[in-house]
């Protein structure tokens, strides 16, 4: 895997273990020759992931809506910073440059960034891997809400079942590279089950 698209908190959040687990996903990809991308802040711990990439001689490349530049929290040491018109489009780059995506931590952005990724599995838009780096437990309740839509009929078990989830960094890596995502989830798929399962 050449590429991976990182998201995650702006904010460094209240528990440490946060920030060690940024700095040590940005070791690693950088240790596997693999280019972080992510959305060019210096803060948090998108900050975190970047500097620690940087400091293992990681290749970083940053995509920032130009409105985000402007109020000084771009990374000014980046391998490469693109800025970008929106968050539609950093959102949409940050796709093409990107081979995986990963979520750490992180609030609503984080959230709408991978969800986003994995709707786009879904719908057969692209076929990669999207997963989340469960570190202590973080994302826990939504991992659990995903089986309530599954209970409720609005999501494919199939689909779920794509997402990778890690709670040590040292097996996602090679969870993404196994992973074989495909559209599993079209609407047409859920409503023939559906009917499938109606008395």
Not at 1 to 30: D, H, I, K, Q
Request: charged fraction near 20%.
């Amino acid at each position: 895997m050449r590429s991976v698209a990182v998201y995650c908190g702006s904010s460094p959040g209240f528990n440490p273990v946060f920030r060690a687990a940024a700095e040590a996903l940005g070791r690693t990809l950088a240790q596997s020759a693999c280019t972080l991308v992510y959305g060019g802040s210096h803060a948090g711990l998108m900050g975190a992931v970047a500097d620690a990439a940087l400091a293992a001689g990681g290749k970083v490349i940053g995509v920032i809506p130009d409105a985000l530049v402007s109020r000084e929290v771009a990374h000014r040491g980046l391998s490469e910073l693109q800025v970008v018109g929106s968050m539609h489009e950093r959102k949409a780059r940050m796709a093409e440059l990107s081979e995986a995506f990963v979520a750490l931590p992180g609030g609503i952005g984080t959230l709408d960034e991978i969800v986003e990724m994995f709707t786009w599995t879904q719908l057969g838009i692209h076929r990669k891997p999207c997963a989340f780096l469960n570190i202590g437990g973080y994302y826990d309740s939504l991992l659990a809400f995903l089986r309530t839509m599954v209970a409720q009929g609005f999501l494919r078990q199939a689909q779920v079942d794509q997402l990778v989830v890690a709670e040590r960094i040292e097996d996602l890596l090679p969870h993404l590279a196994a992973a074989q995502p495909h559209p599993a989830g079209r609407l047409a798929d859920i409503d023939r089950e559906l009917a499938q399962t109606r008395p």
